[in-house]
């Protein structure tokens, strides 16, 4: 702990105001309540360092933080996602959406990109909490499906990386069938005899754990991360108990069996090349070829020897 | 004893009235048959008008009715040689599911279905109908069976949902659930499911992802109970009623998504006055809907399954 983290902070806070200090400058920890500097946070991959806090990221910067260099491909996914059963509340469904897409700048509450991870094709799929709740509705669902079957198709691993209330009300039953149809797709992936690994990231709750989110070859969580099925209050109010604090925790949830490791974000991408790896290059002659098995790559060494078999007709 | 609902009032003083003339015709011997005839008829259109436009509040309490016709009356009237199976072979056996195999109509098929039980005794065993992960590890180990044996699966829908224990997260609830479905995914086999009353969200859909879906036509399938969007949407637990309606939660409307196959139509007044007629009616359905699933091959089924459930609502997407 520096003087400057302790103490300059707070007093520079005090100065501004809390409302005075700029967004992009400052930001304050959720959990200990200091005030990080921005630049310092990105570089700390948006952990507190005073109390180690994970802090809400977007989809966006997640495939920032993983990608080889924080580049990959956005995968365009079904533009709209229109009002199926008129949905009112005390707001309209409508106007909810169209609210949390101007507040995000994102179409929906997840984002599908493809690149590489170690040279490795992956295809990840990551939600934004921000947007209602990274809740899953018929968007969503299509979301994750689509990013199976490119997944398949380019012979990549699929990494999801959900942080989600659960279903998403508003599209009643609608939502709840991408249980089942989020389910299909990943066993098709599975199928294909390519990784799929979950992320799990603070909080990954109801329809969506219930579904794709269980059901990784591997399964990792974020450090604090909440990872359950049933809310904590409904759980309380049935039991008529007070949970303890660590209750459906991914420190937790790891010595009750349901996830293989708890990873901090520092450590996140080097692991994930780690496993999918492992997992794919299976010899030792494997771990000599570059970009493995991307189709690029592939063609690529289809024109090399064809080249070589034209040099041959020639030389022969 | 009978069990009314709040807005069965004018029919509950009809009936007693008809009670009230048998008893006192069981003292004097007069014949009060034409009285009770006349009493009759005004009880059946009462409930015929009743029935006829039932809201999504009015088909919850229905669909929630003591009474209502469970997966037990359901495997006593159809299922002959029923041998029911217990245990995930790893933890418990969890009543809340029942499972177990039997012959429907002659064929050997496996069965399996929430189960709320009939009295508190019942209730208890049975908690509610409200699985915790046992409960759906049995229903994935039964379903295996079928696989191998190439047996039918007959499901049974009816609960409030997965059971919202300390407990029950820790061994897994979501992962139990989860799994499920991907039984439901895997299997080669025809799978049929009756939503028989309350289809409540993943714990009801992970023995719903069937071929055939078919629902009774005052049972409700939803995402979340109406009391519980209320108080999360509308902050109200009041607003039931407005969340019943929202949600879209009856046979009617899950026709119209296609997130079901077929209605099934209940006798006069509801499933719960005629366990009988209604067991019956299910059976002669199901019949219809295996004869047409038994003409496929494992592969073709298990794919048609997927297949399915991918292409569901996706007409809604831009
Ligand atoms: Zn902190």
Known sequence: MSWLTDFVRPRIQALVGKKDVPENLWRRCPSCDQMLFHRELSENFYVCHHCDHQMRISATQRLEMLFDDGEYERVEIPKKAIDPLKFRDTKKYSDRLREAQTKSNELEAIVVATGLLGGLPVVIAAFDFDFMGGSMGQAVGEGLTISANIANEKKAALITIPASGGARMQEGMLSLIQMPRTVIAVEQVRESGLPYIVLLTNPTTGGVTASFAMLGDIHIAEPGALVGFAGRRVIEDTIREELPEDFQRAERMLEHGLIDMVVARRELRDTLIRIISLLIKKTPDDIEKKNFSSKLNEEAEKNFSDIANEDKTIIG | ?318
């Open chain 2, 1 to 318: 004893m009978r069990h009314f609902l709040e807005f069965e009032k004018t029919i509950a003083d009809l009936e007693s009235k008809i009670e009230e003339l048998r008893h006192l015709s069981d003292g004097d011997g007069i014949s009060i048959a034409e009285e009770v005839g006349k009493l009759q008829n005004q009880v059946n259109k009462q409930l015929k008008q009743t029935y006829e436009r039932l809201t999504p509040w009015q088909r919850v309490q229905v669909a929630r009715h003591p009474n209502r016709p469970h997966s037990s009356d359901y495997i006593k009237n159809l299922i002959t040689d029923f041998t029911p199976l217990a245990g995930d072979r790893a933890y418990a056996e969890d009543r809340a599911i029942i499972a177990g195999i039997g012959r429907f109509r002659g064929w050997s098929t496996i069965i399996i279905g929430h189960e709320k039980g009939v009295d508190t005794d019942g209730r208890i065993v049975h908690n509610f109908g409200m699985a915790r992960p046992e409960g759906y590890r049995k229903a994935q180990r039964v379903m295996e069976l079928a696989d191998r044996f190439q047996l039918p699966i007959i499901t049974f829908i009816d609960t409030p949902g997965a059971y919202p224990g300390a407990g029950a997260e820790e061994r897994g609830q979501a992962e139990s659930i989860a799994e499920t479905i991907r039984s439901c995914m895997s299997v080669r086999v025809p799978f049929i499911s009756v939503v028989i009353g309350e289809g409540g969200s993943g714990g009801a859909i992970a023995l719903a992802a069937a071929n055939t879906v078919l629902m009774l036509e005052h049972s409700v399938y939803s995402v979340i109970s109406p009391e519980g969007c209320a108080s999360i949407l509308w902050r109200d637990s009041d607003k039931s009623l407005a969340a019943a309606e929202a949600l879209k939660i009856t046979a009617s409307d899950l026709l119209g998504f296609s997130i079901i196959d077929r209605i099934i139509y209940e006798p006069l007044g509801g499933a719960h006055r005629d366990t009988k007629k209604i067991t019956s009616i299910v059976g002669d359905a199901l019949d219809e809907e295996l004869y047409e699933l038994r003409k496929l091959d494992g592969d073709t089924l298990k794919k048609h399954r997927r297949e399915k459930f991918l292409n569901m609502g996706r007409a809604n997407l831009i």
